[in-house]
């Protein structure tokens, strides 16, 4: 099958066409035939496969015919970087058809997305909350929904979103068409699967496991020179798109400072950016301007970028399921890609446990000019802060600060953390910098 023997629109056709599509991924040869015939389907298929194209062109195709200017198709999304990718998607695929659509989420002022409504679109895609919130002001009505997505509901499942998705649901009335896609298929999905879907058919691409064009690797390494290691793999790595995953925003910040000192460019997605920090990260990401990025889970469903070559887990996630989701953004659409992980010894219940669900054992990398004996407190493996309370304590006691030129000069307000007096207004941020030192002590020196 090829796209262009669908039974389809020809300007649906013409429009995948200049999109590039040419031969149909797994998902979509197998779900194209069944939902262009108006079949509810249970697609089981990480993100990189090619799903948006089913539930996209399916929708296109139903919403051609029919009344226009009314809100027909729902496709419901766990992100506001996902939603805006199924969006454009649809926008590249809808050619001139003249289907308008509309993404919904929160973040950002309602103003453009009501005016969007009042206008009259055909396609709403939205995120759980501000859905709610639109349809509790009156500003959306589902009463006309023909076609209903749910799309990475396992996502949806993980941030809490279950309640509202069902809330949701039950605005729909009468008979429609769903399609429900995830990337893997646990008990309260598929208890979520018995309830809104009418005899679906089930297709399962992969399921629960990683691409195959995907090449797994492990850096065993001493938490303490995490920082380093990473450095070096980046180093011996060709860096035109590489995402590195972290556990906290704060080692986000972080890894990002000491990752542009080394010459790199890079950037950083995480859930405290604004909504145009986010775009404006993704964008350069996208187009090359960035080298790298750092990125808590917030952007492990909604990063869409099929040239991403290497995957780097600087913390292994908590579960397979993530570790799935994670490297999903590495070997998309049957290319080829790279995702190494940090490993510290508390983290081989969880490698295991990866290795398992991979069917083989993970292959461990080893440099052969890189210290793994290096002592915790030497100057390669101290944060620059570390560093910095230590030149200070140098210059009280009456040492010199030409040594350390290199680094820059600390001024008076900077160093008032560190110094024995302290005025009413800076006991404040001394008591913080005291907290942060106490962090820095056990984890500081990744």
């Given at each position: 099958?090829?796209?262009?023997?669908?039974?389809?629109?020809?300007?649906?056709?013409?429009?995948?066409?200049?999109?590039?599509?040419?031969?149909?991924?797994?998902?979509q040869?197998?779900?194209?035939?069944?939902t262009?015939?108006?079949?509810?389907?249970?697609?089981?298929?990480?993100?990189?496969?090619?799903?948006?194209?089913?539930?996209?062109?399916?929708?296109?195709?139903?919403?051609i015919?029919?009344?226009?200017?009314?809100?027909?198709?729902?496709?419901?999304?766990?992100?506001?970087?996902?939603?805006?990718q199924?969006?454009?998607?649809?926008?590249?695929l809808?050619?001139n058809?003249?289907i308008k659509?509309?993404?919904?989420?929160?973040?950002?002022?309602?103003?453009h997305?009501?005016?969007?409504?009042?206008?009259?679109?055909?396609i709403?895609?939205?995120?759980?909350?501000?859905l709610?919130?639109?349809?509790?002001?009156?500003?959306?009505?589902?009463?006309?929904?023909?076609?209903?997505?749910?799309?990475e509901?396992?996502?949806?499942?993980?941030?809490?979103?279950?309640?509202?998705?069902?809330?949701?649901?039950?605005?729909?009335p009468?008979?429609?068409q769903?399609?429900?896609?995830?990337?893997?298929?646990?008990?309260?999905?598929?208890?979520?699967?018995?309830?809104?879907?009418?005899?679906?058919?089930?297709?399962?691409?992969?399921?629960?496991?990683?691409?195959?064009?995907?090449?797994?690797?492990?850096?065993?390494?001493?938490?303490?020179?995490?920082?380093?290691?990473?450095?070096?793999?980046?180093?011996?790595?060709e860096?035109?798109?590489?995402?590195?995953?972290t556990?906290?925003?704060?080692?986000?910040?972080?890894?990002?400072?000491?990752?542009?000192?080394?010459?790199?460019?890079?950037?950083?997605?995480?859930?405290d950016?604004?909504?145009?920090?986010?775009?404006?990260?993704?964008?350069?990401?996208?187009?090359?301007?960035?080298?790298?990025?750092?990125?808590?889970?917030?952007?492990?469903?909604?990063?869409?970028v099929?040239?991403?070559s290497?995957?780097?887990?600087?913390?292994?996630?908590?579960?397979?399921?993530?570790?799935?989701?994670?490297?999903?953004?590495?070997?998309?659409?049957?290319?080829?890609?790279?995702?190494f992980?940090?490993?510290?010894?508390?983290?081989?219940?969880?490698?295991?446990?990866?290795?398992?669900?991979?069917?083989?054992?993970?292959?461990r990398?080893?440099?052969?000019d890189?210290?793994?004996?290096?002592?915790?407190?030497?100057?390669?493996t101290?944060?620059?802060?570390?560093?910095?309370?230590?030149?200070?304590?140098?210059?009280?006691?009456?040492?010199?600060?030409?040594?350390?030129t290199?680094?820059?000069?600390?001024?008076g307000?900077?160093?008032?953390?560190?110094?024995?007096k302290?005025?009413?207004s800076?006991?404040?941020?001394?008591?913080?910098?005291?907290?942060?030192?106490?962090?820095?002590?056990?984890?500081?020196?990744?």
């Open positions: 099958m090829n796209f262009q023997e669908l039974p389809i629109d020809s300007r649906l056709k013409t429009a995948i066409s200049k999109a590039g599509y040419v031969k149909p991924t797994p998902i040869s197998q779900a194209l035939p069944v262009l015939q108006g079949g509810d389907v249970i697609g089981i298929a990480q993100t990189g496969t090619g799903k948006t194209a089913v539930f996209a062109v399916t929708a296109l195709q139903k919403m015919h029919g009344p226009k200017k009314k809100a027909r198709t729902l496709i419901v999304t766990p992100t506001r970087e996902l939603a805006k199924i969006y454009d998607n649809i926008k590249m809808s050619g058809t003249g659509a509309v993404t919904i989420y929160g973040g950002v002022s309602p103003k997305q009501i005016e969007a409504l009042n206008r009259g679109v055909e709403l895609v939205a995120c759980p909350g501000r709610l919130d639109l349809i509790n002001q009156k500003y959306v009505s589902l009463r006309d929904i023909e076609v209903l997505v749910l799309d509901a396992d996502r949806m499942l993980d941030m809490g979103f279950m309640p509202d998705v069902k809330r949701i649901v039950k605005q729909i009468g008979e429609h769903t399609m429900l896609f995830s990337a893997t298929f646990p008990k309260e999905i598929s208890s979520l699967a018995d309830q809104i879907l009418d005899h679906p058919v089930k297709i399962n691409v992969g399921f629960s496991n990683p691409a195959e064009t995907v090449n797994h690797a492990l850096y065993p390494v001493p938490f303490y020179l995490k920082t380093g290691l990473l450095l070096r793999i980046l180093e011996k790595t860096t035109d798109s590489v995402l590195v995953f556990r906290t925003k704060r080692r986000t910040y972080r890894l990002e400072k000491k990752i542009k000192a080394a010459g790199y460019k890079v950037t950083s997605l995480h859930g950016r604004s909504q145009n920090q986010r775009d404006s990260a993704m964008k350069g990401f996208k187009q090359g301007i960035y080298q790298v990025m750092i990125a808590t889970d917030v952007a492990s469903r909604g990063l869409d099929d040239s991403i290497h995957v780097i887990n600087y913390d292994i996630p908590d579960t397979v399921d993530a570790y799935v989701h994670r490297i999903g953004r590495t070997g998309r659409a049957e290319r080829k890609g790279d995702a992980t940090l490993v510290t010894p508390e983290d081989n219940k969880t490698v295991s446990a990866i290795e398992k669900r991979l069917g083989y054992s993970i292959k990398v080893k440099f052969d890189f210290d793994y004996d290096a002592p915790q407190n030497s100057p390669q101290r944060n620059k802060s570390e560093q910095a309370k230590n030149r200070h304590r140098r210059a009280n006691k009456g040492g010199s600060g030409k040594k350390t290199h680094h820059k000069k600390s001024s307000k900077k160093s008032s953390h560190y110094h024995g302290k005025s009413s800076s006991k404040k941020n001394y008591q913080g910098a005291k907290g942060k030192n106490k962090q820095h002590h056990s984890h500081s020196k990744s």
